[in-house]
């Protein structure tokens, strides 16, 4: 991040965080309040709901009590005795009920107002010839089953009547939604039932972010009521009594920001210019002097920093100057000690022959042949050595086009098909690639070299060339079991004319080195941990 960035963001946090620390204080402090409050409206909330599910109960059992001492169910107990049509009881529903049954001590269904097909069977709730205590049970009707509140009553001895209420149309829970100001979830479920049954009835239980309680669960343990309230509500209901807080905070937040940007904004103007010019004097460009916008501290370095690139041109000028006399006599001394090698056996021999002539030797045929031969070695070595150096300094620009990977390996295969022959050398192609972009012929001089390099550095050692892929490279490598490279073999072997062989002149890895950069490329060298040396050379692919 830039100087001018730090600023902006400190007078940012500046002008933000103490409203936000605040807001957040109010934010938790009501919160708690807010949840205390809430915890203690759902509990009281939860004690109405369990005097009007008690109302509910003790409604039911003076319902089935009434039905029991009617004048038409005593009717009905007389024609049942004397095998007669039974005459229609009570409508158990003009009492609240839902269904009514009129069974034997057993529990066994003699008559049933709304069921006939129970009439033989026996009821869920166990028979007595006292009042049972309410239950929560499954009973059905014609359309299905049903949750429901039944109990019985004693007619006499030998019967007693069966009622009961079917709770998922019962106007009392829907009035103890509203209490509870949550709808009732009726949840057959058993893995969630076996999760309710350990929660007493009545009783609030916090699940994550959601209060919960259980109102009814089922004697058969086939159904429950339970009730869920979520935690979000008091949080809106406090995010938007704290909105008018944040909205007044951050409006005076807002205007300490403008006003600290456009502060740093003429700060960073200067900073810019002055950004601008020295990039400039990085690319060489000495020669417009900095203008500040303003007067000032800035304006001050600003002439200071003119005086300075003033001062770095003139030394740079004198600097190159002296780069370049010193390049000069270092190529000169290279060149004359290069050239001085072969000239000394030509002057010799020159010399020998000279001599040879005048002194009329009996031998001066064998040794005319013997200068003249190596006069002529040493031309040709003069003439090679002068050929690198102009094919070195006139190296051109690659041109590149589409290549097949193939192509390279299999020119190399014939060029070198004798060593492939005698397993000195071995061509290995790995790259899945159809085409890579680059110079076919000087790829093929690199290739030639680094190889020649790896059969001259053991006469018996054998080399690898291996072609591969890596991501979005093209990848070169060549490797030989010679002895590998020495420390200072290492730091100087891209350096011109700088060579470990009696014959060579330096220019071979240099060549390969210059090839790999004009394509965009690298050229590394290293020793195997096998003995050996290896260069590889790495390529876009595109």
Known sequence: MTFTGRIRLFLILVAILPPLAVTAVIYFRTMHQTESDELSQLRSNLEVATAEMDRLKQNSRDAINAIADSESMIRALADIRQNRRVAAPVDPKIVGMDFLEICDSEGTVLYSYNRPG?????????????????????????????????????????????SGLFLDAAKELRFIESILRSKLQLITDHERLNQLSSMRPFE????????????????????????????????????????????????????????????????????????????????????????????????????????????????????????????????????????????????ISAEDLRRSYQEKLPDFENILLETTGTIRSEVSRLTRLLDEFVGFARMKPPEIVEVAPDMLSQRISSLYSTEISASRLTVINLSQRSQVSIDPEAINQLLVNLIKNGLEADESGRVTLLFEDAEEKFIIKVEDSGPGFSTDQLENLFTPYKTTKSTGTGLGLVVCYRIARDHNGSLELYNLDSGGAGVRVSLPAE
Do not use: C
């Not at 069977?121 to 009973?139: D, I, M, N, S, Y």
């Open 118 to 162: 129970l009439i033989g069977q026996r009821v869920a709730v166990l028979p007595g010839q006292t009042k049972q205590e309410l239950k929560f049970l499954t009973e059905y009707d014609f359309e299905g089953g049903h949750p429901t509140l039944a109990g019985t009553a004693p007619l006499n001895k030998k019967y007693l009547v069966y």
């Open 204 to 347: 609030l239980y916090q699940n994550n972010s959601r209060f919960e309680a259980l109102l009814i669960l089922s004697d058969d343990k086939e159904f429950a009521f339970a009730v869920q309230w979520d935690q979000d509500q008091s949080q809106q209901t406090l995010a938007s009594l704290l909105l008018t807080t944040l909205v007044v905070a951050f409006s005076s937040a807002l205007i300490a920001i403008i006003l600290g940007l456009w502060l740093t904004g003429r700060a960073k103007r200067e900073v810019d210019n002055l950004v601008t010019a020295t990039a400039k004097v990085a690319e060489g460009d000495f020669g417009e002097p900095v203008m500040a916008y303003e007067e000032g501290e800035f304006s001050q370095l600003a002439d200071a920093f003119t005086a300075m690139t003033m001062k770095l041109k003139g030394a740079r000028r004198e600097l190159v100057a002296a780069e370049k006399i010193a390049a000069w006599q270092s190529v000169g001394r290279t060149i004359a000690h290069e050239l001085k090698n072969p000239l000394s056996p030509i002057a």
